[in-house]
């Protein structure tokens, strides 16, 4: 199970960090993945952490958006940081084997 947490609103050039805790398995053991979604379109990828730790970004977040992970914690985060109004979504995290998707929490940034 995973559960999302950390959206609220806040003005652009602010900060948000979200959180994926996992109860029942282990984050690190999977490749784990941001998604974001907004009304009407698809859910797509943010970023991502690989269990060695690697990461990697979609371009409009480059430069502005970190994921890690905290091992003991069996915990993943997403700072992102200069937020822009486009950056407004509903965000859900997602380990990839066994396809579990968290709850997803609103992120919305005023201009």
């Known amino acids: 199970q995973l559960q999302a947490s950390g959206g609220g609103l806040v003005q652009a050039g602010g900060s948000l960090r979200l959180s994926c805790a996992a109860s029942g398995t282990i984050l690190s053991s999977s490749v784990m993945v941001w998604y974001r979604q907004t009304p009407g379109k698809q859910r797509n990828m943010v970023a991502w952490i690989t269990p060695p730790g690697n990461t990697s970004y979609t371009d409009s977040v480059k430069g502005r958006f970190i994921v890690s992970r905290d091992n003991d914690k069996n915990t993943m985060y997403l700072q992102m940081n200069n937020l822009k109004p486009e950056d407004t979504a509903v965000y859900y995290c997602?380990?990839?084997?066994?396809?579990?998707w968290g709850q997803g929490t609103l992120v919305t940034v005023s201009s």
């Open positions: 997602f380990r990839r084997a066994g396809g579990y």
